[in-house]
């Protein structure tokens, strides 16, 4: 840097060198205090503290040890004042007790922070302080992370909150708690729930009227939860883990556009499934998904574990039409089948986008038609009626077996032999140049493809091999220009 670089930037007012300190983390800023007097103190007037007891960017502090990081942070909360907090994170873990931490947390709360994030665990803070819960200047909260804190709730305040992050974190009163939570935040937006340990609760109720964003994700537990529902009409994405309920008495998502299911069955439903299967022909429901799925049948982009599709072939009598689905994401998983998914594909008229993340699945007898795994080669298939024009497969050859191969190469030429209007077919095959060329030669090779406009490409991370297939290859299903 020339001088005249150093007198434009030493030109700049204090206000404006803070706002550009305030892109770096806090220990990043505090390098700065070395070039000059005038720089000395400035760096702790940022409106943005990024404090991380993890990070080593700044060499002076990693060599210390807890101490040091404590005398940091006192330092630089000191020198501020009363100046303005607009964001405040804090990562530290064991050696730093609640005494250090709770000042410090209540310190950005008097200074009307409106963005805080704590990643503290248990072992460091056991409760969070009830103060969190009640500030009139909080927009956004993230707290966390795995084996969070435990967060007991008196009176929550939280009149300008829009974005709530928890991960892990345990409320005492359950599901009560959570309901305090809803009713003291008027104007959340986005609510983010990961981890959650479910299992302490009987039931779950999620009700906003201007939620636009939720995800709930819990943790593996034994139990199914007895009832969970959702009255969120304007909620456009929704992300849902957890084991599947017994029942879900309401299920409003009018808005959704985008949605991620990953349900689960219990190790007991599972034994009861299989011991179902052994003695009927018919398939017996152990659970009722029915209604979480009619409630979310409007969504137009939507993911589906493999876990989710072992559940709806048990738990779900009836697979809805999805009208306004366009795109359509599944999981798959060597030990899991595709049962559910013929009558899947069947209910979406207006598929566009289809994406398999892996193809590897478990062969059974009630497959159905997507696949070939019972010889069904010349039988109906539901991909004769499918209006899919992209079809991209994820996730290819990662076992690195031969035998794995045979069968995913055979599932792609399945489809590209019954899916009528495809357009293009995307392989992500992550190997080398030999490897995709051969995978594009071995498709080359199908006997007869049901679409004519149909490319292919093969593609790992340095390198994309396309191609068309050749019309002639169509002529076995009669299909002319």
Not at 110 to 119: I, K, N, P, T
Not at 188 to 197: I, R, V, Y
Not at 264 to 278: G, I, L
Not at 309 to 316: A, D, M, P, R, S
Request: proline share 5%; aromatic share 8%; glycine share 4%.
């Amino acid at each position: 840097m020339d001088d005249s670089s150093k007198d434009v930037i030493n030109c700049l007012p204090d206000n404006l060198l803070c706002q550009i300190l305030s892109n770096l983390s806090t220990k990043e800023a505090a390098l700065t205090s070395l070039l000059s007097k005038r720089w000395r103190y400035l760096f702790a007037l940022v409106p943005n503290l990024d404090f991380d007891v993890f990070s080593s960017l700044h060499p002076e502090i990693e060599t210390q040890d807890q101490t040091s990081f404590i005398d940091f942070v006192d330092r630089v909360l000191k020198l501020r004042g009363k100046d303005h907090i607009y964001k405040f994170s804090l990562k530290c873990g064991d050696g730093i007790e609640d005494e250090d931490v709770f000042p410090w947390i209540l310190n950005a709360l008097r200074h009307g922070v409106s963005d805080l994030a704590l990643h503290v665990s248990p072992s460091l803070v056991y409760w969070l302080p009830s103060k969190v819960f009640a500030s009139k200047t909080l927009v956004r909260l993230k707290i966390g992370p795995k084996d969070g804190p435990r967060i007991k709730l008196r009176n929550v305040c939280l009149p300008k909150l829009k974005t709530l992050n928890l991960d892990s974190v345990v409320f005492e009163e359950s599901e009560i708690g959570f309901a305090k939570l809803l009713s003291g935040c008027p104007l959340l937006e986005e609510l983010s729930l990961l981890n959650l340990a479910s299992d302490h609760w009987d039931s779950c109720s999620v009700s906003s009227k201007i939620l636009k964003r939720l995800t709930l994700c819990c943790a593996h537990y034994p139990g199914n939860p007895k009832s969970v529902s959702f009255d969120t009409p304007n909620v456009v994405y929704f992300e849902y883990s957890d084991n599947i309920a017994l029942k879900y008495p309401k299920v409003n998502f009018d808005s959704l556009v985008e949605a991620s299911i990953c349900i689960r069955m219990t190790n007991d439903q599972k034994a009861n499934v299989r011991y179902v299967s052994d003695v009927d022909e018919e398939t017996e429901m152990v659970g009722n998904a029915m209604n979480l799925v009619m409630g979310i049948c409007n969504v137009k982009t939507l993911y589906l574990s493999c876990d989710t599709l072992e559940t709806l072939n048990f738990c779900c009598q009836a697979i809805p039409v999805f009208n306004n689905l366009t795109h359509l994401t599944i999981e798959s998983h060597p030990e899991l089948g595709w049962e559910s998914l013929p009558n899947l594909l069947k209910n979406c008229p207006n598929l566009e986008t289809l994406i398999f993340q892996g193809l590897l699945h478990k062969a059974t007898d009630r497959c159905g038609d997507v696949c070939l795994c019972q010889g069904l080669e010349n039988s109906p298939s539901c991909l004769s009626s499918s209006p899919v024009k992209l079809l991209k497969i994820l996730k290819f050859g990662e076992t690195n077996d031969g035998d794995d191969m045979e069968k995913e190469i055979e599932q792609i030429k399945n489809f590209l032999e019954k899916m009528p209007n495809l357009e293009l077919l995307i392989i992500y095959y992550n190997k080398s140049e030999n490897d995709l060329v051969e995978v594009s030669s071995q498709l080359q090779m199908v006997p007869a493809v049901a679409s004519l406009k149909c490319k292919i490409q093969v593609i790992s991370e340095n390198l994309s091999l396309s191609s068309t297939l050749p019309i002639s290859l169509s002529m076995k299903y009669g299909l002319h220009l």
